[in-house]
Structures are given as structure tokens and as C-alpha cells.
């Protein structure tokens, strides 16, 4: 059953425009998500996140939207630049009186390409 | 940098060897982590710590097993290797205790067994 769903496997986008991606969720228990960049041969590099008491964190040129009657949220990134061409991951958590330790259920991940 | 290595960084095996990959931080954190990734699977938990000699099992545990005698050691061992096992392993630690759930990851071990 996998609860975090990122149903794109890749996005292309031109160099300047805004790029979306979009991660969903099934399990209502979640209440903390983050996003992760990967390139390759490295690991995965924190780079947002968002509690489910917000619907919109701010970073930069990177924003994360939930939606949680949705059990969705996306990362956008604008303006889009070739040095964000990398794996996305999404990824979620709960508290749950500190029970969970803080375990991360990531998404499958989307490549991004952006072109100059 | 979150001061985590990973070792070794590459290493290639033969079915039915045990493997012991190794995590190391310097920044004596509570809680490490390891996960494998798979093309189409994301990030899959394998192990958790939540202190010195302190583990649990997640999601992909089987044929796994680790231990954590000290803060800043977490090992993982892969009892008995399969070709299934092949895959890129990557721990992790988490800063924060209570309401910071942001986690850091090590480079990386590609794990091959043929």
C-alpha cells in the first residue's frame, strides 16, 4: 500500500518557467511533509517542508501547498533554473505523542528537467 | 553538511555473504535511520534508532538486521545477501526532537550482489 503517491515520473520545463510538482497522500495521520532534491550519486538533500496546521510555506523561489481535504500537496518552483534538474522527493510523517520517531514515508520521486 | 559518512561507498558481493554497511555522525544525534532506494519505490525504510541500543524495525526489514552500541556508529548488516538486496542504502539522522521532523542523509552506498 503505498500511502505517498507521486503519480508524475518526470516533468520537463524551460528555463524560467515555473515548475509544479505534485505529491498525494493517503493516510490521514500525516501531519508534517517535506520535500527533497536528489542528484545523482549523492543523497537525498532536505529542501522544504510543511506542517498540516499550514497550507503554504515559502522559501525562496520554492514554495509547498497543502491541501489537506485534498490529501495533496505540490512543490513550486519559480523561477525554474537547470541547476534544480534532479529527483524530487516527497515524503511524510506524524507525531502521534512522539510514537512515530520521526519515520519518513517518501513518494516514488519525479525527475525534473529544466532546459536552458 | 549534516557530518554523516557512509561506508564503504561502493562494494560488490556474492549471494549468501553477510555484508555490514556502516554510518558514522559526529554531531551525536538521538535518532539514525536506514533506507534502500529502488527505481520506482522512492526511499524505503529498513531500520530506525532512537538510541544507543535502542532499534526497531520499518518497512523493508527483512533480511536486515542492525545495531547500535554507540550515539555515533549505526550499522546495518545484511545477514545473508541476495540479489533482491541490491540496491543504494542511505542513512540518516534526524536534528530535531519534538516538532522537527527534517532528516539528513549520508552519500550513499551502492550495494551490488551478484
Known amino acids: 500500500d503505498q500511502q505517498v503517491k507521486q503519480n508524475s515520473p518526470s516533468l520537463s520545463v524551460q528555463e524560467g518557467r515555473i515548475s509544479i510538482l505534485n505529491c498525494d497522500y493517503t493516510n490521514s495521520m500525516f501531519d508534517y511533509f517535506l520535500w527533497y532534491k536528489k542528484y545523482p550519486a549523492e543523497g537525498p538533500t532536505f529542501l522544504i517542508s510543511?506542517?498540516?496546521?499550514?497550507d503554504k510555506n515559502e522559501d525562496g523561489r520554492f514554495t509547498v501547498f497543502l491541501n489537506k481535504s485534498a490529501k495533496h500537496l505540490s512543490l513550486h518552483i519559480v523561477p525554474s533554473q537547470p541547476g534544480d534538474s534532479a529527483v524530487y522527493f516527497c515524503?511524510?510523517?506524524?507525531?502521534?505523542?512522539?510514537?512515530?520517531?520521526?519515520?519518513?514515508?517518501f513518494g516514488q520521486g519525479t525527475i525534473l528537467t529544466v532546459h536552458p | 553538511d549534516a557530518g554523516i559518512t557512509q561506508s564503504p561507498r561502493h562494494k560488490v558481493t556474492e549471494t549468501g555473504t553477510p555484508v555490514t554497511l556502516r554510518c558514522h555522525q559526529t554531531?551525536?544525534?538521538?535518532?539514525m535511520y536506514w533506507y534502500r532506494q529502488d527505481p520506482g519505490h522512492g526511499l524505503r525504510l529498513i531500520h530506525y534508532?532512537?538510541?544507543?541500543?535502542?532499534?526497531d524495525k520499518g518497512e523493508v526489514s527483512d533480511g536486515y538486521s542492525v545495531s547500535r552500541s554507540k550515539t555515533e556508529d549505526f550499522l546495518l548488516t545484511l545477514e545473508s545477501a541476495t540479489s533482491s538486496q541490491t540496491s543504494v542504502y542511505f542513512c540518516?539522522?534526524?536534528?530535531?526532537?519534538?516538532?522537527?521532523?527534517?532528516?539528513?542523509f549520508g552519500p550513499g552506498t551502492r550495494l551490488t550482489v551478484t
Open positions: 510543511i506542517s498540516s496546521i499550514k
Open positions: 534508532s532512537y538510541g544507543v541500543k535502542d532499534t
Open positions: 515524503a511524510a510523517t506524524y507525531n502521534a505523542g512522539g510514537t512515530s520517531y520521526g519515520k519518513l514515508t
Open positions: 540518516a539522522i534526524r536534528r530535531g526532537t519534538s516538532g522537527l521532523y527534517e532528516q539528513y
Open positions: 554531531e551525536n544525534h538521538r535518532y
